[in-house]
């Protein structure tokens, strides 16, 4: 691990690859940490990126104070792809780190090559499918709960990682050594309080009430479609469009026996999808 110094603070980080390679800027979800992309990193190395995942704002190794609103977790990811010395980079991102990739290309579109998003909807259309579909609202029972003070930290420490493995579809993947992380990084309800203000930030100051500019970018859409806890429709033409410019289509790879944590899943899949769609490196000097 290596601590990135950034304007924003710091943040420990799996960095790797040439440092001429174009940069790809690996975003966990919750409850996870950068070692969720461990499958990943070494394809992206081996075909020539420079590779940055870090352990993101609360979670292990890095700064914990601060604001937890999707936008400035987007302005993280920005501060972070100026500390690599990089003008843009390919932003990829799962679950939260997908809603501040999402994010990102929503507010930072100069600073963004392509953008990679796993089971993550875009920001605007979660809260239209909270406030509008009952089967989301319900699969989403655990957002509400988060707001609470303090008891939630205890409920996500007494739960990992069992909330991983209970969270997949394919739970053949895990095992002691590959839980091992996450179990010492969700050690304390002090551990769990920073991932749990992912949540706090983005109820409390919701995307939604800004008009934010649709995407123009190139986008890839990689979702394991055994997802428990978001619905296959959150990626609909018609739901994409609430973020997507008019006539940017973006190119939808579901995985049918893998769920929510699909890199983690179906690694060789995802692996296969995002480098068939990135090509080479030598093809995206940025």
């Known amino acids: 691990m290596t601590v990135l110094h950034t304007d924003r603070g710091d943040f420990e980080s799996i960095i790797e690859g040439p440092e001429d390679g174009p940069l790809v800027l690996l975003l966990h979800g919750f409850p996870e940490l950068n070692v ?18 870090p352990n993101q704002r609360g979670y292990a190794g890095s700064v914990k104070d601060g604001s937890y609103a999707t936008a400035d ?14 003008d843009k980079a390919v932003v990829v991102g799962h679950d939260w780190g997908g809603g501040a990739a999402w994010t ?11 953008l990679i998003i796993m089971n993550c909807p875009p920001p605007a259309v979660l809260s239209h499918e909270l406030m509008t579909n009952p089967s989301q609202m319900l699969k989403s029972w655990y957002m509400f709960f988060f707001q609470i003070p303090g008891i939630p930290e205890k409920f996500v420490v007494k739960h990992m990682p069992s909330a991983i493995v209970g969270g997949s579809y394919n739970r053949s993947v895990w095992n002691d050594e590959n839980l091992a992380p996450y179990r010492e990084a969700f050690a ?33 859409i990689i979702w394991g479609q055994q997802d428990q806890f978001i619905g296959l429709e959150a990626i609909s033409p018609q739901s994409l469009r609430r973020a997507i410019a008019y006539g940017n289509e973006p190119k939808i790879v579901l995985i049918e026996q893998a769920g929510h944590f699909v890199q983690n899943e ?3 899949q995802v692996n296969t999808a995002m480098l068939n769609w990135l090509g080479p490196a030598q093809s995206r000097a940025l």
Do not use: C
């Open 73 to 86: 977790l987007a302005a993280d990811a920005v501060s972070m792809i100026d500390a690599m010395g990089a």
């Open 188 to 220: 304390t309800p002090a551990d769990a309080r920073g991932p749990v203000n992912w949540y706090r930030g983005a109820l409390r100051h919701p995307l939604a009430a800004r008009k934010l500019p649709p995407i123009a970018l190139p986008i890839l």
């Open 36 to 53: 969720s992309w461990h499958n990943q990193i070494p394809a992206l190395v081996a075909a020539g990126y420079r590779v940055l995942a």
């Open 266 to 268: 179906a690694p060789e």
């Open 104 to 114: 990102v290309a929503h507010l930072f579109p100069e600073r963004v090559d392509r």
